[in-house]
């Protein structure tokens, strides 16, 4: 490799060599699992039971999807947990940003106190039967909300919030607004939120994530399949699938059953990781700054 008219080292050639193989190496181990179960869930059911998959799909299928699908209520959990991952994002990137704004203004009376409160619960909480006791005598059980007021705001992406305010909203950029008559919140609106691209697009991620994967919550509070979560439904079709090919006394009909268990495995995987994959790309570029959080100051 050439730098203008300076060449490489031998040394810096094989730094380059070593590093570009170590990253192949790790790419690899790191995109193998993937190709191989999209590749399953499109192959035959007898070729993914008798692990005639390693690559490209054997004896390409759609079985996999249609018996994910057959079940209405695998469409209903789909636009519900859509409805829990866009309401449930929306409340969390509200408070936390409402959170995360005042803790970053250093004209904040009592700022220090009110952060060890927040950071306190990060690593002590009621624990799991006092806040199911908590969500009862709200009167959440079996509803949405159970879903989304108990994880509001993660104290951590609060966190990483206020220090994206602190290291990029100048203290010189509010005293100038105030000069100009704004008050905070107008400042927070059309001041600091339009600065802030990245980090809401980080946490919104963070928190989108969260709620489409839920499935504890809606184990533990949910008993009406209306307000199932797919995470939850894709379960019971997956445990129906296996207890069936269990059940099953012909052993060419529990072969059968079996391979469409281990067949669903994998077109379940797909059908629930599928939707994040393709929003990713959206807010792939805010993501990298994200991350770069108080990496460089200056």
């Known amino acids: ?44 059911k007898e070729a993914v039971s008798a692990g005639q998959v390693l690559l490209l799909p054997v004896g390409f299928s759609l079985e996999g999807y249609q018996a994910v699908f057959r079940d209405p209520a695998v469409l209903r959990s789909i636009a519900v947990s859509v409805g829990y991952t866009a309401a449930g994002t929306l409340i969390n990137v509200v408070l936390t940003i409402m959170a995360a704004y005042p803790l970053s203004r250093r004209d904040l009376w009592g700022r220090g106190l009110i952060m060890g409160l927040f950071a306190f619960t990060m690593f002590f909480s009621g624990g799991l039967i006092p806040t199911y006791l908590l969500v009862k005598n709200l009167n959440l059980l079996d509803t949405p909300w159970a879903l989304l ?9 609060m966190v990483i919030t206020r220090t994206y305010f602190n290291a990029t909203i100048p203290d010189e950029l509010l005293e100038a607004a105030q000069i100009d008559g704004c008050n905070d919140l107008t400042f ?47 379960r019971e079709v997956l445990i129906r699938s296996q207890v069936n090919s269990d059940m099953i006394g012909d052993s ?47």
Not at 9 to 18: E, K, P, Q, V
Not at 191 to 219: D, M, R
Not at 263 to 292: E, N
């Open 252 to 298: 060419k009909q529990m072969a059968e059953l079996a391979g469409l268990s281990d067949l669903l495995k994998y077109s379940l995987i797909v059908v629930a990781t599928a939707p994040l994959m393709l929003v990713y790309p959206f807010v792939q570029r805010y993501f990298v700054k994200g991350v770069m959080i108080g990496a460089l100051k200056g």
């Open 1 to 44: 490799m050439e730098r203008g008219n300076i060449k490489d080292s031998a040394g810096d050639r094989l730094f380059n060599a070593i590093n570009y193989t170590f990253m192949l190496v790790i790419l690899i181990i790191v995109l193998y699992p993937v190709v191989f179960v999209v590749s399953s869930s499109f192959s035959a």
């Open 149 to 157: 007021l108990p994880t509001a705001v993660s104290i951590w992406n």
């Open 188 to 234: 927070l609106w059309k001041v600091v939120l339009p600065l802030s691209g990245p980090i809401v697009a980080v946490i919104a991620l963070y928190y989108g994530v969260e709620h489409w994967n839920q499935y504890f919550n809606a184990l533990m509070y949910l008993k009406n399949p209306k307000w199932y979560p797919l995470q939850l439904v894709l």
